[in-house]
């Protein structure tokens, strides 16, 4: 397997046997790094970290795998570059290009990252756009193997806004890898039919299931994995937190619904979640809306079937995976 000189742009990018190779990469070199193993095989070497939106996992992971790899990492935040602004993406692209041997962004349409890709020379990494998380689901999916030792057949049920960024992320990782998908909330927060029909396509091949479910209980009977996400995304403006609220209440992720799934599920969350009131927007949320918890209940955040700060840990493990095989050939190791 050689993906050197390879974009991560999507999932949709790459083979199932491609990914499972990025997430068995993952293990390996996690497992090194646990025994201590010096991982410093790409000095010299310079990667661009681009943030359009916040960040605090992806962004760390980004910095210490570059670190562990003797990469020196540069990152640009939301405010301090041109990008945008002065500076078209295809002319940052040609800048940024000259200068490192990768580019990570993170920001708003998939259409930015793609266009920087286009024009950067040197491999762009995904680092999340509306559309699209697939760094995330790389540690999603190392966390599932970990904690099941497989990936085919797994039940994975997706609650809440399934039409953005994991979602749609997510269910194009269950079709390549053979996992049953049932994305569980009102029918306007399916992901798109354009999408839904590439995924059933890919799913006839590698056995997943894709499937649509409007109702919490029969949705997560005999879960494996129940994930969910915020229900207001990065750029979506706050007016939308009424309707969000009345729409996806119904979907929170609650002990009813653990237990109506069975002992052997785990619960999944990219985070940041909303499961306190011990952030600045969970008590804006509270004091319009009433509401302490949203997407999860503090309690299933806090049991012990959460397996979220396993999945934040292999935001590093992966993205190391990521940028090591994109940056050297592997073939010859
Ligand atoms: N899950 C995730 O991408 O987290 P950050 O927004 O903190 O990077
Ligand atoms: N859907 C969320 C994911 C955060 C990791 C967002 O885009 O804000």
Known sequence: MNLKGRHFLKLLDYTPEEIEYLINLASTLKKDKKAGVD?????????????????????????????????????????????????????????????????EYRGFGQEIVEDLAKYAGVPVWNGLTNEFHPTQILADFLTIKEHFGKLKGINFVYMGDARYNMGN????????????????A????????????????????????????????????????IYTDVWVSMGEPDSVWKERIEELL????????????????????????????????????????????????N?????????????????????KAVMYATLVNTDKN
Do not use: W
């Open 299 to 319: 309690e299933v955040f806090e049991s012990s079937q959460s397996i979220v700060f396993d999945e934040a840990e292999n935001r590093m493990h992966t993205i």
């Open 169 to 184: 992320s997510l269910m194009v990782g269950c079709a390549k890898m053979g996992l049953n998908f049932t994305a569980c």
């Open 39 to 103: 991982q410093k095989d790409l000095r010299g070497k310079n990667v661009a970290l681009i943030f359009e939106k916040t960040s605090t996992r992806t962004r760390c992971a980004f910095e210490v795998a570059a670190a562990d790899l003797g990469i020196h990492p540069v990152y640009l935040d939301p405010q301090g570059s041109q990008i945008g602004k002065k500076e078209s993406i295809a002319d940052t692209a040609r800048v940024l290009g000259r200068m490192f041997d990768g580019i």
């Open 186 to 225: 009102p029918e306007k927060y399916f992901p798109n039919s354009e999408l839904i029909a590439t995924c059933k396509k890919i799913a006839e091949k590698t056995g997943a299931t894709i499937n649509f479910e409007t109702d919490p209980i029969k949705a997560t009977k005999n879960a494996d994995v």
């Open 250 to 297: 119904p979907y929170q992720v609650t002990s009813e619904i653990m237990e109506n799934a069975g002992a052997q599920c785990r619960f999944m969350h990219c985070l940041p979640a909303f499961h306190d009131l011990n952030t600045t927007i969970g008590k804006q949320v509270y004091d319009k809306f009433n509401l302490s918890e949203l997407e999860v209940t």
